[in-house]
């Protein structure tokens, strides 16, 4: 079934470890999202790629880094956790020149930080 | 910087008409969103406006006021299984795609 997968689904990580949340689409869209979806403050944009090889910042970068060597992965760094950063995360895709161009979304990340 | 404003929660009865509202003050609007998430789940789409107007997709439809800044999704004919969270979010652009969302409003429907 094509569409995004995201692994690991649910991780428990001690402060300070590197964590690398995978992401990959097969739908072969240009554009790719990373957002922590935290209860009260809805989905925030973390990092964002529109096409490989370019990634961008959105709303909330800071501890976290991207790369989007090639159209179908677009993995999110976590290089030091901190208990701040638990959240459930969701990777996102969408075809820009498509007709409205939504985003489709994995079924997320549950990360603990402790 | 950008502000999407949607109620935090809502309750309806089984078969009835809800109606939540989005109000946005962005800059680069390239359309606005709505979706669906249910608890523990992905959010998934529901409706796509860029111009003036509304779209009628089933019991679902969305209008959109871009003067005002304004977005509604209008739910008819409740079911228990629209309980779940409603999520408004516009697309950005300036060079660039983004979405960014509201805080989303969660409906119940009760019985």
């Known amino acids: 079934i094509a569409g995004i997968t995201q692994a690991p689904t649910s991780q428990i990580l001690a402060a300070g470890r590197r964590m690398t949340l995978r992401c990959t689409q097969d739908m072969r869209h240009n554009a790719m999202y990373w957002y922590r979806q935290d209860l009260g403050l809805g989905l925030r944009l973390i990092h964002y790629?529109?096409?490989?090889?370019?990634?961008g910042k959105g709303e909330v970068p800071d501890g976290y880094s991207v790369s989007r060597a090639n159209t179908d992965d677009f993995p999110l760094t976590l290089a030091s956790a901190v208990p701040s950063q638990t959240s459930v995360y969701f990777c996102?895709?969408?075809?820009?020149?498509?007709?409205?161009?939504?985003?489709?979304f994995g079924e997320g990340s549950r990360l603990t930080v402790l | 910087g950008q502000n999407i404003d949607q109620p935090t929660e809502m309750t309806a009865t089984e078969g009835a008409i809800v109606q939540i509202n989005c109000t946005y003050q962005?800059?680069?609007?390239?359309?606005l969103f709505w979706y669906q998430q249910h608890a523990g789940e992905a959010p998934t789409f529901l409706s796509y406006n860029v111009l003036d107007g509304l779209e009628e997709k089933g019991r679902f439809s969305s209008f959109l006021s871009r003067s005002k800044g304004y977005s509604y999704l209008l739910l008819k004919e409740l079911q228990m299984k629209d309980s779940a969270s409603y999520l408004c979010a516009v697309r950005l652009t300036s060079g660039t795609y983004k979405y960014i969302f509201g805080t989303g409003t969660r409906l119940k429907v009760l019985a």
């Open positions: 790629s529109n096409t490989a090889g370019t990634t």
């Open positions: 996102a895709s969408s075809d820009q020149g498509g007709h409205t161009g939504e985003l489709f």
């Open positions: 962005t800059s680069g609007f390239n359309g």
